[in-house]
């Protein structure tokens, strides 16, 4: 019984998360591609505190983890997550976000920060 407590628990903390649209189109990003905070920036027009609000809210999660190149720091998705099936659910039903990150390569801005 306890287990199963648990376990909506997750699903419900995760779909909760996965709610706010911003950090769906964040993950649903993520999915493809490791982004850094300051193209998320560039992508949602939004303050950088912002940003990394959302991104902590993931970590915190379990369901984005960082890694550090050079000086700039990359977000990824945690695959082997326990609850991924399920995020990996989710997104199957979302438009890709690619044209997104292409916007920002003809800006010249995709990773631009990060080199």
């Not at 940003?51 to 190149?69: F, N, P, W």
């Not at 326990?82 to 010249?108: A, N, R, V």
Request: charged fraction near 30%.
């Amino acid at each position: 019984m306890q287990h199963s407590t648990l376990k909506i628990e997750k699903v419900a903390t995760i779909l909760k998360l996965l709610g706010d649209k911003t950090r769906l189109t964040m993950v649903k990003l993520l999915e493809k591609n490791d982004c850094c905070v300051c193209e998320f920036v560039e992508i949602f027009e939004i303050s950088q505190p912002a940003i990394s609000q959302h991104i902590r809210k993931l970590k915190d999660a379990g369901i984005v983890k960082e890694t550090r190149r050079g000086q700039w720091v990359f977000y990824s998705l945690i695959k082997d997550h326990d609850m991924y099936p399920l995020i990996q659910h989710i997104l199957q039903h979302l438009p890709e976000q690619d044209d997104k990150l292409k916007e920002l390569e003809e800006k010249g801005l995709r990773i631009s920060c990060c080199e």
